[in-house]
């Protein structure tokens, strides 16, 4: 078949390549791409392309789940093709808040069975047609590269260090921080303390307070809440759905 499909979750990353066109779009959490040096962040509303047989490595959020088509371009034969599957280069391209809450509905019915696979990946090759060449960012800047080195460096510290770790000033930090990551300092800050949160929630036997003080809460009444806007599920509840089956 010219097109596969699947939602796929990542625990963890390596290096490789395919002799297929890869299209990736976050169902839930993030990844970070290096395909062939060029370097991007794969989260919500945008989607990648990573032609074949270029390198790549990842490094995917505790909570990632990515929606995967799999595309042979020498079996798609006379089949128009998205202006995105064009290029040989690796693309990391914004799309239509609309276009991507559309195409994880698709991948939810695919998880659900309510879509099979192959239909799915039709339509979303269909889909792919809505997506805009023009909207291609440029190339990543040296300033843009010291902002995505600084962003794993930088972790727990003020936006303030974090600019002087970058060798910029607060407010360009800021701005390329979120041109780059598609979220403010702080909300990434928020994103992996609340990565860490479920992980010990569901590694742990560790009462939620202890957790939410580690966190540096102050209450664990105000950790609930917050992870509950979150996760959809209160601490105790996303404990409890993501605790194994005994002897599993």
Same mark, same amino acid.
């Given at each position: 078949?010219?097109?596969?499909?699947?939602?796929?979750?990542?625990?963890?990353g390596?290096?490789h390549?395919?002799?297929?066109?890869?299209?990736?779009?976050?169902?839930?959490?993030?990844m970070?791409?290096?395909?062939?040096?060029?370097?991007? %962040?794969?989260?919500?509303?945008?989607?990648?392309?990573?032609?074949?047989?270029?390198?790549h490595? &990842?490094?995917?959020?505790?909570?990632?789940?990515?929606?995967?088509?799999?595309?042979?371009?020498?079996g798609?034969?006379?089949?128009a093709?998205p202006?995105?599957?064009?290029?040989?280069?690796?693309?990391l391209?914004?799309?239509?808040?609309?276009?991507?809450?559309?195409?994880?509905?698709?991948g939810? /019915? %695919? /998880?659900?069975?309510?879509?099979?696979?192959?239909?799915?990946?039709?339509?979303?090759?269909?889909?792919?047609?809505?997506?805009?060449?023009?909207?291609?960012?440029?190339?990543?800047?040296r300033?843009?590269?010291? %902002?995505l080195?600084?962003?794993?460096?930088?972790?727990?510290?003020?936006?303030?260090?974090?600019?002087r770790?970058?060798?910029?000033?607060?407010?360009?930090?800021?701005?390329? &921080?979120r041109?780059?990551?598609g979220?403010?300092?702080?909300?990434?800050?928020?994103?992996?303390?609340?990565?860490?949160a479920?992980?010990?929630?569901?590694?742990?036997?560790?009462? %939620?307070? /202890?957790?939410?003080?580690?966190?540096?809460?102050q209450?664990?009444?105000? &950790?609930?809440?917050? &992870?509950?806007?979150?996760?959809?599920?209160?601490?105790? /509840?996303?404990?409890?759905a993501?605790?194994?089956?005994a002897?599993?």
């Amino acid at each position: 078949m010219s097109i596969q499909l699947e939602v796929r979750s990542y625990r963890g990353g390596d290096r490789h390549h395919h002799d297929f066109s890869q299209i990736l779009l976050p169902m839930q959490g993030a990844m970070r791409l290096d395909v062939e040096g060029r370097r991007g %962040v794969v989260s919500h509303n945008c989607v990648a392309l990573i032609p074949r047989h270029c390198e790549h490595g &990842f490094e995917p959020s505790s909570d990632c789940s990515m929606f995967i088509l799999d595309v042979d371009m020498a079996g798609l034969g006379s089949e128009a093709q998205p202006a995105l599957l064009n290029s040989a280069e690796p693309s990391l391209l914004p799309i239509a808040p609309w276009l991507w809450r559309m195409f994880r509905q698709l991948g939810a /019915e %695919v /998880e659900t069975g309510a879509c099979p696979s192959g239909a799915a990946a039709r339509m979303a090759m269909t889909a792919l047609h809505l997506v805009e060449p023009d909207e291609r960012p440029q190339p990543w800047s040296r300033a843009e590269q010291r %902002v995505l080195d600084v962003a794993d460096a930088g972790q727990g510290t003020g936006i303030a260090q974090m600019a002087r770790m970058a060798g910029l000033g607060q407010s360009q930090f800021h701005a390329l &921080f979120r041109a780059t990551m598609g979220r403010s300092p702080k909300q990434l800050q928020l994103q992996r303390l609340f990565e860490r949160a479920a992980e010990r929630l569901a590694t742990t036997a560790a009462p %939620v307070s /202890e957790i939410a003080y580690d966190l540096g809460y102050q209450n664990a009444a105000s &950790f609930n809440r917050q &992870f509950k806007r979150r996760f959809g599920l209160t601490p105790s /509840e996303f404990r409890a759905a993501n605790r194994e089956p005994a002897g599993g």
